[in-house]
């Protein structure tokens, strides 16, 4: 009899409130992440007859036409991060080490070229150096010939000054940790100035300078918009990927799948590398005195006052361009003289329904991302198991998974039944939540780990369950880490292009799509006019972002 | 209302370590009871398994007659303060106190009467509206504990309360809580590390170590009668000597110090040798030519009310002997020869394998 009760209370304790939280996200991600991920892969072994095949595989390393955008990626995504760690690391030396003038400006504009749009860029250097760009013209009048901006020349550069921002920050951040006893130890032990850097600082900062590589690496190898509209002959496998889906009409997936895995077997290899090889060598230190910062005379000062805003001012340049031209008069695909509003008149015309779009699907996949996020941190922090390092896992697993991705993926999985989604709203919102979660879950993770257990225990054994306890304690104290992460993912979900573009139908177009339909048809006005509202909503929630985290939480 | 906790043979394992080997004990009605014992003795593991935070491996803990080991940890009633308050950081004095209340649904006006009682009791009603950022370690600590009482709980649990604040502020709190305690007259449960604080605050003492209770007793009895060697050592100082034992043909036995004299005692049972524990108070110094073991002293600290000896015996170990200021005229210096006396009722006398041994 006391047996029975006590099996039949451990049962009823178990199904407690988190284990049923923590069963139903599993099963959440079994179904949205994990099935579509096998179903791509089951694809790219089978034929469309069923049979298991290889041919797929053979076909993508023996042709030149499929192994060459692997190269090109590669290529890309290795210029792409080494000359990113080339801008970003002295930005970051000269920034965090020397007294040069507008110090927040700069990181402003660095953070915010970082979070715009990611085509916005390759767009505008077309508007500026393109065939019949403003630059290029004003030149050709003085009978120079520039030359052209587009392939692979154009997608680096494009993707420096868009990525460098991540080794610029999360170096900074080193070099201002690095306490100021390590490198007065080095300058006592005899060690001039510039072999200190070489031998102590740069050094101690290296696992985080790889950690803001990897970042660069990934995403120049994930991103789609870029290299589609400036690359023209130049082809990426996240391209290939795009074209392959779209001709396979009838949604046989076969090829696009084994290029999926492909691309997704790249950066999980480079993120493994990462995780086991870099992050071991990690020094953890807090700055008891954080290092000094040298005051410079006034003629140094100026000089690298204005090589940092040098740099941040081109890397923020195609935002100014993207609203500059978004007033400018057009003729058709001609922008002509003076200034309208007839490209606005055009999109709230025309093309309404993709903004309510964006914003209707961004709103619903934040509030899904908030409260998923809030429940997922707290597990994956508090309820410490294998099942949950498990989700965590898988929570963070589409970080290497590249958006166009993630978007056939889904698309493969969910237009047959028993479940079918495409072509739905839903669609796109699961494929956010999926991908801009993880934002929202590191910073509430973040501030969760600072909560002590016993706050909690103080709430329950008051009489409060820890479900209550939960809702009326720790989310509160969890809110300012929640909401960044969450401004965070916002802002990265209005702005995503490449699972949109392979998950969109008429209905449920979003502005990230309409601009690139928009720029294809060469209607660069509407095109601007959309990137602008992106452009803007993405600035002022950036600036809403610094006030809710007061510089607590990062952007990357 | 308070009610007893009875503990039954009572098991908490991680892994293959064993926290809590089959404790029992009972915490009687209204008993400040103190668990005492090192760092990872299973003191706090314990204290936590009452409180629900832990799970029972094995075995019943009871409170009143009520067997309460599946109950969830918001329905036991109990009372808890941290050893870092855990004060609630969004909210205010008054809302921290009143969170309980409001748990257990009790109307507004009297949650503000019962709240603004509780904060006089701790004394800090006018910090009602302060928010914890703005109260000091003190502070924070009376908020914690009007909190845990305000719900009039059936047992009050306290971990480490005291730890964290500064030595002037410890002795103030800890004759706070014992007077709450004697007033409301709620169960208490504290764990402790510190033993004057222990004996300070309790009625009765478990003392911990290797999750199993070493000696259950008041703290006059487990200062003057440990039970063992380490709670001879673990409370106060003691010093161990060696002794011989010798029976004579009445079967009278006699201990007896190396270069000492020989005492009668009476033992549980027969042993060759036994192990004698003596605080530095229980010994009398005489002078070199007075009775007891010779010695020299190598350092002495005045501490004002006694000064404290550090005495080498012949046969190299070095034992400490404390003098009172009061009984003496002058203090002695390093290099003085002494005879170490001690009287036989005193001391305590264990085997070798440290358990007790003599006979009260």
Redesign the interface.
């Given at each position: 009899m006391v047996n029975e009760?006590?099996i039949a209370?451990?049962i009823k304790?178990h199904f407690n409130f988190w284990n049923i939280t923590k069963y139903l996200f599993i099963i959440l991600l079994l179904i949205f992440l994990v099935y579509p991920l096998f179903a791509i892969i089951f694809r790219s072994f089978y034929n469309t007859e069923g049979e298991f095949t290889m041919k797929f595989y053979k076909t993508f390393f023996t042709k030149a036409y499929y192994y060459r955008t692997l190269i090109n990626s590669l290529k890309v995504s290795v210029l792409t991060t080494v000359l990113s760690v080339a801008v970003g690391v002295p930005l970051a030396y000269i920034t965090s080490r020397f007294n040069v003038f507008g110090k927040k400006l700069i990181n402003l504009l660095i953070i915010m070229s970082l979070m715009s749009p990611p085509f916005i860029g390759a767009y505008s250097w077309i508007m500026l150096l393109g065939r019949n760009g403003f630059i290029t013209n004003l030149f050709e009048k003085i009978g120079i010939t520039m030359p052209p901006i587009y392939g692979f020349g154009g997608i680096i550069m494009v993707f420096t000054l868009k990525l460098f921002p991540y080794v610029y920050l999360y170096v900074s951040g080193a070099m201002s940790s690095i306490d100021r006893s390590l490198e007065e130890a080095a300058e006592n032990l005899g060690s001039s100035k510039l072999r200190r850097v070489f031998t102590v600082t740069i050094p101690v900062i290296m696992p985080t300078l790889a950690a803001g590589a990897i970042m660069v690496f990934m995403s120049s190898l994930a991103d789609f918009g870029t290299p589609m509209l400036i690359g023209e002959g130049y082809k990426v496998l996240p391209v290939l990927v795009y074209e392959e889906y779209m001709s396979e009409m009838g949604g046989n997936a076969n090829m696009a799948g084994a290029l999926s895995v492909v691309i997704v077997f790249c950066s999980t290899a480079v993120l493994l590398i990462q995780k086991y090889v870099i992050s071991r060598k990690n020094y953890v230190m807090t700055a008891m005195r954080p290092p000094i910062i040298e005051k410079l005379s006034m003629a140094k000062r100026i000089l690298l006052t204005a090589i940092c805003m040098f740099v941040a001012f081109v890397a923020f340049l195609p935002q100014i361009v993207v609203v500059i031209t978004s007033f400018v008069k057009t003729s058709g695909p001609i922008f002509v003289k003076g200034f309208s509003l007839e490209s606005y008149e055009k999109i709230f015309y025309k093309l309404s329904k993709n903004i309510t779009n964006t914003f209707t699907f961004s709103i619903i996949a934040i509030a899904i991302i908030i409260v998923a996020g809030m429940l997922l941190s707290y597990l994956i922090v508090k309820r410490k198991s294998k099942i949950n390092s498990f989700l965590d896992l898988l929570i963070m697993f589409p970080y290497v998974i590249p958006g166009a991705v993630l978007g056939i993926c889904m698309l493969v999985a969910f237009n047959k039944p028993p479940i079918i989604l495409s072509g739905s709203a839903a669609i796109l919102i699961i494929a956010y939540v999926i991908r801009k979660m993880p934002y929202t879950i590191r910073s509430s993770s973040a501030l969760l780990y600072q909560i002590?257990p016993?706050?909690e225990?103080?709430?329950?054994?008051?009489?409060?369950?820890?479900m209550?306890?939960f809702f009326k304690?720790t989310a509160?104290?969890m809110a300012p880490g929640v909401l960044s992460g969450a401004i965070l993912s916002w802002i990265t979900t209005i702005n995503e292009l490449s699972s949109s573009i392979m998950l969109y139908s008429g209905k449920t177009a979003t502005i990230s799509v309409a601009i690139y339909t928009e720029v294809v048809r060469s209607s660069f006005g509407t095109a601007a006019a959309l990137a602008s509202i992106l452009t803007i909503t993405t600035i002022l929630s950036l600036l809403l972002f610094n006030w809710v985290s007061k510089g607590k939480v990062s952007v990357i | 209302m308070s009610h007893s906790v009875k503990v039954c043979n009572v098991v908490k394992k991680y892994d293959d370590f064993v926290a809590v080997d089959k404790i029992s004990c009972e915490i009687r009605e209204g008993e400040f009871f103190t668990l005492l014992g090192p760092s990872g003795c299973g003191k706090t593991t314990l204290l936590r398994m009452i409180a629900g935070f832990n799970s029972i491996d094995d075995g019943e803990i009871y409170f009143g007659d009520k067997v309460i080991n599946q109950i969830e940890a918001h329905k036991r009633d109990i009372g808890m303060v941290f050893q870092n308050y855990a004060i609630f950081p969004h909210m205010t004095v008054y809302d921290n106190v009143a969170y309980g209340l409001k748990a257990r649904k009790v109307p507004k006006d009297q949650i503000e009467v019962k709240v603004m009682e509780a904060l006089d009791l701790v004394q800090i009603k006018n910090l009602k509206d302060r928010k914890p950022s703005e109260l000091s370690g003190g502070q924070q600590q009376r908020v914690a504990l009007a909190r845990a009482i305000v719900i009039k709980p059936g047992v009050l649990l306290m971990d480490e309360p005291l730890s964290n604040l500064d030595a002037k502020l410890r002795v103030q709190m800890r004759t706070i809580i014992k007077k709450l305690q004697k007033d409301l007259g709620i169960t208490t449960v504290y764990v402790t590390h510190d033993q004057e604080e222990a004996l300070a605050i309790s009625d009765r003492i478990a003392i911990m170590k290797s999750g199993k209770i070493m000696q259950l007793d008041t703290p006059a009895d487990i200062y003057k009668r440990p039970r063992n060697t380490f709670v001879a050592g673990f409370i106060g100082t003691s010093n161990f000597l060696d002794v011989q034992v010798r029976y004579d043909d009445k079967m009278n036995t006699f201990i007896k110090v190396e270069g000492g004299l020989e005492y009668p005692v009476k033992l549980k049972r027969k042993l060759e040798t036994a192990i004698l524990s003596i605080r530095p108070e229980q010994f009398i110094i005489n002078g070199p030519d007075g009775r007891g073991i010779p010695g020299e002293i190598q350092m002495y600290t005045f501490l004002g009310d006694f000064a404290n000896y550090e005495i080498k015996l012949p046969g190299g170990q070095v034992v400490e002997a404390n003098e009172y200021t009061k009984d003496i005229d002058f203090v002695r210096a390093i290099g003085d020869r002494i005879r170490l006396d001690f009287d036989p009722e005193k001391i305590s006398l264990f085997d070798q394998e440290g358990t007790e041994a003599y006979l009260w």
């Amino acid at each position: 009899m006391v047996n029975e009760q006590s099996i039949a209370g451990k049962i009823k304790n178990h199904f407690n409130f988190w284990n049923i939280t923590k069963y139903l996200f599993i099963i959440l991600l079994l179904i949205f992440l994990v099935y579509p991920l096998f179903a791509i892969i089951f694809r790219s072994f089978y034929n469309t007859e069923g049979e298991f095949t290889m041919k797929f595989y053979k076909t993508f390393f023996t042709k030149a036409y499929y192994y060459r955008t692997l190269i090109n990626s590669l290529k890309v995504s290795v210029l792409t991060t080494v000359l990113s760690v080339a801008v970003g690391v002295p930005l970051a030396y000269i920034t965090s080490r020397f007294n040069v003038f507008g110090k927040k400006l700069i990181n402003l504009l660095i953070i915010m070229s970082l979070m715009s749009p990611p085509f916005i860029g390759a767009y505008s250097w077309i508007m500026l150096l393109g065939r019949n760009g403003f630059i290029t013209n004003l030149f050709e009048k003085i009978g120079i010939t520039m030359p052209p901006i587009y392939g692979f020349g154009g997608i680096i550069m494009v993707f420096t000054l868009k990525l460098f921002p991540y080794v610029y920050l999360y170096v900074s951040g080193a070099m201002s940790s690095i306490d100021r006893s390590l490198e007065e130890a080095a300058e006592n032990l005899g060690s001039s100035k510039l072999r200190r850097v070489f031998t102590v600082t740069i050094p101690v900062i290296m696992p985080t300078l790889a950690a803001g590589a990897i970042m660069v690496f990934m995403s120049s190898l994930a991103d789609f918009g870029t290299p589609m509209l400036i690359g023209e002959g130049y082809k990426v496998l996240p391209v290939l990927v795009y074209e392959e889906y779209m001709s396979e009409m009838g949604g046989n997936a076969n090829m696009a799948g084994a290029l999926s895995v492909v691309i997704v077997f790249c950066s999980t290899a480079v993120l493994l590398i990462q995780k086991y090889v870099i992050s071991r060598k990690n020094y953890v230190m807090t700055a008891m005195r954080p290092p000094i910062i040298e005051k410079l005379s006034m003629a140094k000062r100026i000089l690298l006052t204005a090589i940092c805003m040098f740099v941040a001012f081109v890397a923020f340049l195609p935002q100014i361009v993207v609203v500059i031209t978004s007033f400018v008069k057009t003729s058709g695909p001609i922008f002509v003289k003076g200034f309208s509003l007839e490209s606005y008149e055009k999109i709230f015309y025309k093309l309404s329904k993709n903004i309510t779009n964006t914003f209707t699907f961004s709103i619903i996949a934040i509030a899904i991302i908030i409260v998923a996020g809030m429940l997922l941190s707290y597990l994956i922090v508090k309820r410490k198991s294998k099942i949950n390092s498990f989700l965590d896992l898988l929570i963070m697993f589409p970080y290497v998974i590249p958006g166009a991705v993630l978007g056939i993926c889904m698309l493969v999985a969910f237009n047959k039944p028993p479940i079918i989604l495409s072509g739905s709203a839903a669609i796109l919102i699961i494929a956010y939540v999926i991908r801009k979660m993880p934002y929202t879950i590191r910073s509430s993770s973040a501030l969760l780990y600072q909560i002590e257990p016993s706050i909690e225990e103080a709430s329950i054994n008051l009489g409060v369950s820890p479900m209550k306890t939960f809702f009326k304690i720790t989310a509160r104290m969890m809110a300012p880490g929640v909401l960044s992460g969450a401004i965070l993912s916002w802002i990265t979900t209005i702005n995503e292009l490449s699972s949109s573009i392979m998950l969109y139908s008429g209905k449920t177009a979003t502005i990230s799509v309409a601009i690139y339909t928009e720029v294809v048809r060469s209607s660069f006005g509407t095109a601007a006019a959309l990137a602008s509202i992106l452009t803007i909503t993405t600035i002022l929630s950036l600036l809403l972002f610094n006030w809710v985290s007061k510089g607590k939480v990062s952007v990357i | 209302m308070s009610h007893s906790v009875k503990v039954c043979n009572v098991v908490k394992k991680y892994d293959d370590f064993v926290a809590v080997d089959k404790i029992s004990c009972e915490i009687r009605e209204g008993e400040f009871f103190t668990l005492l014992g090192p760092s990872g003795c299973g003191k706090t593991t314990l204290l936590r398994m009452i409180a629900g935070f832990n799970s029972i491996d094995d075995g019943e803990i009871y409170f009143g007659d009520k067997v309460i080991n599946q109950i969830e940890a918001h329905k036991r009633d109990i009372g808890m303060v941290f050893q870092n308050y855990a004060i609630f950081p969004h909210m205010t004095v008054y809302d921290n106190v009143a969170y309980g209340l409001k748990a257990r649904k009790v109307p507004k006006d009297q949650i503000e009467v019962k709240v603004m009682e509780a904060l006089d009791l701790v004394q800090i009603k006018n910090l009602k509206d302060r928010k914890p950022s703005e109260l000091s370690g003190g502070q924070q600590q009376r908020v914690a504990l009007a909190r845990a009482i305000v719900i009039k709980p059936g047992v009050l649990l306290m971990d480490e309360p005291l730890s964290n604040l500064d030595a002037k502020l410890r002795v103030q709190m800890r004759t706070i809580i014992k007077k709450l305690q004697k007033d409301l007259g709620i169960t208490t449960v504290y764990v402790t590390h510190d033993q004057e604080e222990a004996l300070a605050i309790s009625d009765r003492i478990a003392i911990m170590k290797s999750g199993k209770i070493m000696q259950l007793d008041t703290p006059a009895d487990i200062y003057k009668r440990p039970r063992n060697t380490f709670v001879a050592g673990f409370i106060g100082t003691s010093n161990f000597l060696d002794v011989q034992v010798r029976y004579d043909d009445k079967m009278n036995t006699f201990i007896k110090v190396e270069g000492g004299l020989e005492y009668p005692v009476k033992l549980k049972r027969k042993l060759e040798t036994a192990i004698l524990s003596i605080r530095p108070e229980q010994f009398i110094i005489n002078g070199p030519d007075g009775r007891g073991i010779p010695g020299e002293i190598q350092m002495y600290t005045f501490l004002g009310d006694f000064a404290n000896y550090e005495i080498k015996l012949p046969g190299g170990q070095v034992v400490e002997a404390n003098e009172y200021t009061k009984d003496i005229d002058f203090v002695r210096a390093i290099g003085d020869r002494i005879r170490l006396d001690f009287d036989p009722e005193k001391i305590s006398l264990f085997d070798q394998e440290g358990t007790e041994a003599y006979l009260w």
